[in-house]
């Protein structure tokens, strides 16, 4: 079957920098995508990768390694605001030429500290 | 350009009601998504929509269902509703269904609670 695994929480002081693990069990993939939800608010996409190595925006980093079926989303200069869960998610393989379903992990609550 | 919009924003029933649930996707995003997010299971995947038709289902009863309009609007029901069945329901959107154009951008949920 389909499984993601991230860990449940990290903590982290203002400044430092953390990283988020994903490993991920698919029939098909087709891309490692992280989003962010803050308490209350609606999850907001952060990255995606279709392909293995390192994509970097700004502060936040993702890596995959699809021979590892993993990957990890690296948080850099943490601030307050960073406070959030973190979500990775996978496509598996649909029916025939269709793709399958988008599947998230449980999140992992980031709590940062001044 | 305007967010995905979710009516209602709150919601409180009693079991055994139904339930509908109304998504605004993105101007010219023609794929929308429904999610259960719950304390206990996390972001659920429950349906599909792309040019109204259903293109995948999640591990959801029959009780529910949805459908998509032809200007892209959506719709979730949810019958017989049970305790179990509070949550937070999203919607999303996106171009496509496929790579980058999958980005789902997420609207802001109905808090759905049954009594």
């Known amino acids: 079957g389909q499984s993601l695994e991230q860990p449940s929480e990290v903590t982290a002081v203002e400044g430092a920098i953390v990283q988020i693990n994903c490993t991920y069990q698919t029939s098909g993939f087709y891309g490692l995508s992280w989003y962010q939800q803050h308490d209350g608010g609606a999850p907001t996409f952060l990255s995606y990768n279709a392909l293995d190595g390192l994509e970097e925006t700004g502060r936040f980093s993702s890596f995959l390694s699809r021979s590892d079926s993993y990957g990890y989303l690296l948080l850099q200069e943490l601030q307050m605001k960073d406070s959030a869960s973190y979500f990775c998610a996978v496509r598996d393989r649909g029916r025939g030429s269709t793709l399958g379903r988008l599947y998230f992990g449980r999140g992992t609550q980031l709590t940062v500290w001044p | 350009k305007a967010g995905v919009t979710q009516t209602p924003r709150y919601l409180i029933k009693t079991r055994g009601q139904q339930v509908t649930l109304s998504c605004s996707p993105i101007?010219?995003?023609?794929?929308v998504s429904w999610y259960q997010q719950t304390p206990g299971q996390g972001l659920q995947f429950l349906f599909e929509y792309f040019s109204e038709t259903q293109r995948n289902k999640g591990n959801f009863p029959g009780r529910f269902s949805g459908r998509q309009f032809s200007n892209s609007r959506s719709e979730m029901n949810v019958s017989t509703l049970e305790l179990g069945d509070s949550a937070l329901y999203l919607c999303?959107?996106?171009?496509?269904?496929?790579?980058?154009?999958?980005?789902?951008?997420f609207g802001p949920g109905t808090r759905l609670t049954v009594l």
């Open positions: 999303a959107s996106s171009l496509g269904t496929s790579g980058i154009y999958n980005e789902q951008f």
């Open positions: 101007s010219g995003h023609r794929s």
